[in-house]
């Protein structure tokens, strides 16, 4: 059965919490007879197919950044360029309209993003070249297109979910719209992959507390999992905006939308409880690992990468990896916001910069949205983006 490693060799989860691991066996073994994701209700489909259709009707979505990336990449005449994250197109597409001759190389891991890679592919006969896998699959992926490493101009990895993914209520990524509890960005690629039901309806409570804290950080992980545990012993939660109302259960009314997001708008109590099953079920924070790791191996000495992420723990993985920190096993201490492990089982402080062996930093500080930006696209509010040169 294909699914990632977070549950059993995740340090940091198994670390919190010894639970996981035995919550990995067990769920292991009862996953095929539960297929929760399989037995959702079919009939409940129809009204979010129709919401997909209209979607996809849509004007495109404004890239995150654009301006910044574009600026930062610095893609010149007949270079190669590797968009590691393609999901509507909206940079590549300005790349392809900018820069004459360009080659781009468009990975996605989700079937419906690479059909639309395609589709530009006709329109720009021999520049776009779309490529479906996973992060961690890009090696081989550019191996078999005889693309040698160090031979990449610039890359762009735009991190976590796309619009059209959280805009397709049957893929399950948005509490505010119904659809089943899937949230897995492969599509129907690996039928076998557990989705965001199997996790909610499967996993004990400790082990639901500890992915709710690790990939949300998520202060009333412990309640939320409480909560969890209690709906399902009465009915199997599939739905997307049955868990959005179980986690609200938990809460006093008053505080269903006392968050606030970076504009100060409410932001509903679920929002982190679907961060951290996203993450999880998607293994998003070992695949960013695996796409830095690429990216690294892929550019050319002098290549530029611009990594765009959505939330601290994206953004601290990123930040580490370009000051060469090691995260072969990504543990608490890589996640915690000040402090890093030397790999010796020592802590040292984050400000200690000392100079990478493989990046040159573009700006120091990282680089996030300008205030009108954020009007055009408030999807993008909390979008951070580093760029740094390949030495």
């Not at 404004?62 to 930062?72: G, N």
């Not at 090696?139 to 959280?166: F, T, V, Y």
């Not at 397709?168 to 992959?193: I, T, V």
Request: proline share 5%.
């Amino acid at each position: 059965m294909i699914f990632h490693t977070s549950l059993r060799a995740n340090p940091m989860l198994r670390k919190s919490n010894l639970a996981l691991s035995r919550a990995w066996r067990s769920w292991k073994s009862r996953l095929h007879s539960s297929a929760v994701c399989a037995s959702s209700d079919p009939g409940s489909l129809d009204g979010s197919e129709e919401q997909s259709s209209l979607s996809h009707e849509k004007a495109p979505h404004t890239p995150v950044m654009l301006k910044e990336v574009l600026h930062y990449l610095d893609i010149q005449r007949g270079q190669v360029v590797l968009d590691m994250t393609f999901g509507g197109g909206g940079h590549t597409k300005a790349i392809l309209n900018m820069v004459p001759e360009v080659t781009v190389l468009a990975l996605d891991r989700d079937p419906n993003a690479i059909s639309l890679a395609e589709q530009l592919a006709e329109e720009h006969s021999g520049r776009v070249k779309p490529l479906l896998g996973r992060f961690s699959e890009l090696e081989a992926l550019l191996s078999d297109m005889n693309i040698k490493p160090g031979s990449i101009d610039a890359a762009l990895l735009d991190a976590g979910c796309s619009s059209m993914q959280m805009d397709q209520a049957e893929r399950g990524f948005a509490l505010s719209k119904d659809g089943p509890l899937d949230m897995r960005m492969d599509g129907e690629r690996y039928p076998d992959m557990p989705c965001a039901a199997d996790v909610v309806n499967t996993l004990d409570q400790q082990a639901l507390a500890s992915i709710l804290t690790a990939y949300g950080e998520e202060r009333h992980a412990r309640k939320i999992a409480s909560a969890i545990v209690e709906a399902r012993r009465v009915n199997p939660i599939t739905r997307t905006q049955q868990l959005a109302s179980v986690v609200a259960g938990s809460f006093p009314a008053a505080v269903l939308y006392a968050r606030k997001d970076r504009l100060h708008r409410p932001a509903h109590v679920a929002t982190k409880t679907f961060q951290a099953l996203r993450i999880l079920v998607n293994d998003e924070m070992n695949e960013l690992h695996a796409g830095l790791r690429a990216a690294r191996t892929a550019l050319r000495p002098g290549g530029r990468l611009c990594v765009i992420t959505f939330h601290s723990l994206e953004d601290r993985l990123v930040k580490r990896f370009l000051r060469d920190a090691d995260l072969s096993n990504l543990d608490q201490y890589h996640f915690s916001p000040r402090k890093q492990s030397t790999g010796k089982g020592k802590l040292v402080d984050e400000k200690r910069d000392g100079g990478s062996l493989y990046w040159l930093p573009l700006r120091r500080k990282v680089i996030i949205p300008e205030k009108e930006d954020v009007k055009d696209n408030p999807r993008g509010r909390s979008a951070k983006l580093r760029a740094a040169l390949r030495r």
